[in-house]
């Protein structure tokens, strides 16, 4: 029996603009990607909204629709692209420039296309990305007159494209690290704080202060503090828009989250686990600074903390030593190379050793997440969910959440998760996995 609906959604009616921040690997694989599909020429394969089903009612009822069958989602033929990038290369140039898709078979098709998107200026500060250096930028008196000028951006993006609606997400570098201080405690601290030029306000701020300001949600890709501050928070809670992070999962931490659960399940204790990367693209380089490296390592460190619950099990989390390593090795680019060695313990203390070796490609991974990611914003944000979407944990690192709450790191309940909050958009049942009603002892 079907809950009644919840909400009404406004339908995804018109076209979507899809902002970027940066239009670096990830940003351009998306859209070259996006594009192919349309026209016919690659599977988007990586992506929920595109690919996955969604069981509805009991398993009897044989009911599995496609997610984008099931839920009012913007079609990709109703994407349209922006982004803003310190480095003017276009689409194409860049989707060239990183090497991520072949040449022949995936770019130059796709070229009259790509190269007529082209990057806005960016709000750019060589203090919070050290390895980059860009001629795109735009200039102010104030970080204040910068953020202005990046709701001016969206306004007219909007109405030259004749996009109905508008997200934005955060595909830029890693900035240095920052902690919440008094300048994000509160809308006027920010608000003060950015006529004053405080240096805890970076640039991915600014573009989220903006992007809230014209009503726009905003997802955060990288792990740079951005939305998840309670000035932000409260900005969009006022405003009723969907905001969200932090930190695309893509690779290790993807596989992280799958094997720790896995040794909780099971009462396997861990003793250590270190995890170490090669990575030779431009954010291997930005990842090479030390400053923009912190704010990665806080990201990917958290996730074992939570889902193992050393304080919970002392004995067999309580010593656990965890290290994470990114080492910028450029004859890789693109295609970086992820290992992890874990020394896990069983019955009566005996240690055994998992050795994960993952060659993967960092864009290819990250490209469906923003798709997802744009697609599932727009829809938060016709159904009124107004706020942090922590439903959408399953494509971050570091979730932000409300106030007081732990994020949900294990990739399965976090994918149970979304699964079940887009059923109760719907007005569908919970899956809750009990199923005694098969079985004679769960008859009365
Ligand atoms: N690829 C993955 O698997 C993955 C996973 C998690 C997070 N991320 C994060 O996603 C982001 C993008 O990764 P990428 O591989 O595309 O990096 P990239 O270096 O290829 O692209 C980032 C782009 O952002 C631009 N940029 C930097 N500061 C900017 C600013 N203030 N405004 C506008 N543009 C700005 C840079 O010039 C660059 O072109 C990085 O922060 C990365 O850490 C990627």
């Known amino acids: 029996m079907a809950e009644s609906s919840v909400r009404s959604i406004a339908p995804a009616k018109g076209k979507l603009g899809v902002l970027c921040v940066g239009l670096g690997a990830v940003a351009s694989t998306f859209i070259a990607g996006v ?37 009012p989602l913007a079609g990709l033929d109703d994407l349209v692209f922006g982004a803003w990038d310190p480095i003017p290369d276009n689409a194409y140039e860049a989707a060239l420039k990183c090497g991520v898709l072949d040449r022949h078979e995936h770019v130059e098709v796709i070229r009259d296309f790509l190269s007529k998107i082209t990057p806005m200026p960016a709000v750019f500060d060589q203090h919070y990305v050290k390895r980059l ?26 109405s030259k494209s004749g996009c109905e609606r508008l997200v934005v997400v ?57 939305v998840d501050a309670p000035a932000l928070v409260a900005l969009a809670e006022q405003r009723r828009v969907a905001i969200g992070g932090k930190d695309f999962k893509t690779g290790q931490t993807m596989v992280k989250t799958v094997l720790s659960p896995m040794f909780k399940a099971r009462m396997l204790g861990v003793s250590g686990w270190y995890s170490t990367n090669i990575l030779g693209n431009r954010d291997g380089e930005v990842l090479d600074d030390p400053e923009s ?36 090795y450029p004859p890789r680019g693109d295609n970086k190379e992820g290992w992890d060695n874990i020394d896990i313990f069983g019955w009566c203390g005996y240690p055994m050793q998992i050795k994960v ?14 798709l997802d990611l ?53 007005g569908e049942e919970q899956i809750t996995h009990l199923g005694v009603e098969y079985y004679e002892y769960g008859k009365d």
Request: charged fraction near 25%; glycine fraction near 6%; proline fraction near 6%.
């Open 35 to 71: 594009e192919l599909a349309r026209r016919g020429k690659a599977r988007p394969f990586g992506s929920l909204t595109q690919m996955a089903t969604i069981r509805l009612g009991k398993r009897t009822e044989q009911r599995a629709p496609l997610i984008k069958d099931f839920v």
């Open 133 to 158: 250096q860009g001629s795109n930028v735009k200039t102010g008196k104030s970080k204040r007159e910068l953020a202005e000028a990046l709701r001016k951006d969206i306004r007219d993006f909007k």
């Open 170 to 226: 955060w595909c830029a570098s890693t900035e240095i690290f920052i902690s919440p201080g008094p300048a994000h405690e509160s809308l006027a601290s920010f608000e003060r704080a950015m006529e004053a030029n405080d240096p805890t306000i970076a640039p991915s701020m600014l573009y989220a202060w903006a992007a809230l300001m014209e009503n726009v949600p905003f997802a955060n890709g990288a792990p740079n503090l951005t």
């Open 293 to 328: 490296f912190k704010t990665k390592e806080e990201s990917k460190l958290g996730v074992l903390e939570y889902i193992l619950q050393p304080k919970m099990y002392p004995e067999l989390y309580g010593q656990l030593y965890h290290k994470v390593r990114i080492n910028y």
């Open 357 to 370: 070796d993952f060659l993967c490609r960092d864009s290819i991974l990250a490209a469906p997440l923003v």
């Open 374 to 426: 744009a697609l599932f914003f727009d829809l938060a944000q016709r159904a009124g969910f107004a706020g942090v979407q922590e439903w959408l944990s399953f494509y971050f690192k570091s979730p932000q959440v409300a106030p007081g709450l732990y994020p949900e790191h294990d990739l399965f309940i976090q994918h149970t998760k979304l699964k079940n909050t887009l059923r109760y958009l719907m």
